[in-house]
């Protein structure tokens, strides 16, 4: 559970964290588009080779890195294995009636590759970004939408109260469990059954207290007067620089070189 | 015979090498008899929650040791099984709360204690009747439609239907009214008349002292006092550093020891200061019938 706070934002002072928040929203989203476009191996060695560097030059800990991605190892592992057993090719191995072939493995291994990529570079965006920035970034970047009525201001409020609270929720979650631990409930039961309902005795009185919460802190705004309006001032807080245009300039001749290698490539 | 309780040079440190590592306990050597009754204080943040942690497996120790009821708490298997013998009450237990009804919720360790359904049924009576839920009725009552201190006593309950060796309290007191702190004495002088092992963690040191014999200070980490309360007594430095104003009596008795006169000072009422001081005094009387103009000053 704790380490789910492990895309919290941590304090520093590089250009990766001086950069526009929408910069590397826009960069993260390039990322992911060039991620899903290529399974060439070199292409995508490149993008990690590019979050590597990123998150060197904002001097985040790599052992907090490897950490992170050592948490998300399980749906790492069964990606592999559903490529491996379910891609038709050169059977390596076969238990009873499944077969795992060299070509499922190569696909697994690119797409673990890709998932990595994709977490890592999530993981630079939020802990490089504070959450507020990361708000605002995002209603700037949505607020063409108010044109067709969607109300931005109000998705972004909504996205920023739940970044602010999503600390806490993990915290609770935490103490819960240790509570419910403490009365005997099985968590590790390799009963399905046993599991699922001690999870229950979690899940359960974290939902009272999110919505009692909820509650709360309604009232609390409706108390202050919230309206919803857009903040002009912190949007205009905003500011591309120099360093920002030469980011996304970078960023987007990366993403656009997956056109042509996978045209050589093929 | 070794304690139920031994801590020894325990450390712990949460999220070691990130940036948000924090030393939680350093050092700590502690110990604890079959029977005894353990105040632990300290400021908010100072580990207390962290320590108690250990006792139950919740948290195994990073460095040093922790045997609870002769079993080694750093061993996986042996600390799995801990919470059967020290039975933790979270800080607002009231929050953890999740059963349907307030027979379920308080039989929710029982049960997992892998008892047969009467024996369930008379732990839940018996704790119920501990905490003074005596209503008619109540059992079937969902816990959302009762008060948050009822609420508090239910989940208490559901502790003391485990039946542990040791009980270790943490906060029991933070937010009661003082019905509900009523509740919770009654409880902590039931278990020490029947001298029944307990732990209370508290930030109000007051409170520990009117309670307990024996008391721990952690101080950022750090145990900073460990002992019988009247030693801590007669510590005025510690005493002052938790802004802990003497008992009027005992600020009284110091003076007058200060002043130089013989008078016992690890008294622990106000009777007992009483009659130290009529002691003094009847010596005084009979001093001065013998050596006139001596005892003047007093
Ligand atoms: N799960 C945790 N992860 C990281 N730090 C923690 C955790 N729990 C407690 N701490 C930190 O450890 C220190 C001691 O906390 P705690 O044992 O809860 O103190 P107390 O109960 O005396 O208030 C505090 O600085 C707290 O922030
Ligand atoms: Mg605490």
């Known amino acids: 559970m704790t380490g789910m706070k492990l895309g919290q934002y941590v304090y520093g002072d590089s250009l990766i964290h001086r950069l526009d928040p929408r910069t590397k929203i826009i960069c993260c989203i390039l990322a992911v ?6 399974v060439n191996l070199y292409y995508l060695l490149c993008l990690l080779l590019l979050m590597v560097t990123a998150i060197v030059s904002a001097r985040l800990n790599p052992k907090f890195i490897f950490k992170a991605i050592y948490q998300i190892k399980t749906l790492l592992l069964i990606t592999l294995l559903f490529q491996a057993f379910l891609t038709p090719g050169k059977a390596v191995l076969t238990i009873g009636t499944i077969t795992m072939t060299r070509e499922g493995l190569a696909l697994g291994s690119i797409n673990i590759l890709r998932l990595i990529i994709l977490f890592m570079g999530s993981l630079i965006l939020l802990m490089t970004t504070t959450p507020m920035k990361l708000s605002i970034g995002i209603e700037c970047i949505l607020r063409p939408l108010e044109k067709i009525n969607i109300p931005v201001h109000n998705f972004a409020t909504i996205l920023s109260i739940s970044f602010r609270f999503l600390p806490t929720l993990f915290e609770e979650a935490s103490i819960i469990r240790n509570a419910q ?17 001690s999870y229950a005795a979690i899940v359960i009185p974290l939902f009272e207290a999110s919505l009692s919460r909820a509650g709360d802190l309604g009232e609390a705004m409706d108390s202050r007067c919230y309206t919803s309006h857009p903040n002009q001032l912190r949007m205009n807080s905003l500011k591309m620089k ?8 970078s960023v987007s001749v990366i993403v656009l070189a997956v056109i042509p290698v996978s045209i050589l490539m093929k | ?18 940036p948000y590592e924090v030393e939680a306990l350093k050092d700590i050597t502690l110990s604890l008899e ?10 908010n943040g100072s580990g207390k929650s962290t320590l108690i942690q250990h006792l139950n497996g919740l948290i195994r120790p990073q460095q040093g040791s922790v045997i609870v009821c002769g079993k080694d708490a750093s061993n ?31 039989a929710y360790g029982p049960r997992n204690l892998k008892l047969p359904e009467s024996a369930v049924n008379e732990r839940v009576n018996e704790a119920l009747q501990q905490v003074g839920l005596t209503q008619e009725n109540i059992t079937q009552l969902p816990p959302a439609a009762l008060s948050g201190g009822m609420r508090r006593r239910v989940a208490v309950a559901g502790m003391l239907a485990i039946q542990p060796e040791i009980l270790i309290l943490d906060e029991p007191m933070a937010g009661m009214d003082s019905v509900g702190r009523n509740m919770i004495l009654d409880i902590i002088k039931k278990r020490q008349e029947r001298h029944e092992t307990t732990v209370m963690v508290s930030h109000s040191l007051k409170e520990i002292m009117t309670l307990t014999d024996k008391i721990a200070i952690l101080d950022s980490g750090s145990l900073a006092f460990s002992g019988k309360v009247k030693d801590l007594l007669g510590k005025p430095e510690i005493l002052a550093h938790y802004h802990f104003e003497l008992p009027e009596y005992l600020q009284i008795v110091y003076e007058i020891a200060a002043k130089g006169f013989d008078i016992k000072t690890d008294i622990s009422s106000i009777r007992e200061a009483g009659e130290e001081i009529s002691k003094l005094q009847k010596i005084r009387k009979d001093a001065d019938y013998l050596l006139p103009g001596q005892y003047n000053s007093w």
């Open chain 2, 1 to 18: 015979m070794p304690g139920i309780i031994e801590i020894n040079h325990l450390s712990h440190i949460y999220a070691e090498g990130s």
């Open chain 2, 34 to 43: 079959r029977g005894e009754f353990l105040g632990l204080f300290g400021p």
């Open chain 2, 76 to 106: 996986s298997r042996l600390s799995r099984d801990l919470w059967k013998k020290a039975g933790l009450v979270f800080q607002y237990p009231e929050h953890q709360i999740f059963q349907i009804s307030v027979y379920d919720e308080v």
């Open chain 1, 242 to 249: 120099g360093q920002d245009v030469l980011a996304l300039v």
């Open chain 1, 33 to 38: 588009i060039s991620v899903m476009a290529s």
């Open chain 1, 181 to 197: 631990k403490s009365r005997g409930s099985q968590f590790d039961s390799p009963e399905l059954m046993v599991k699922i309902k």
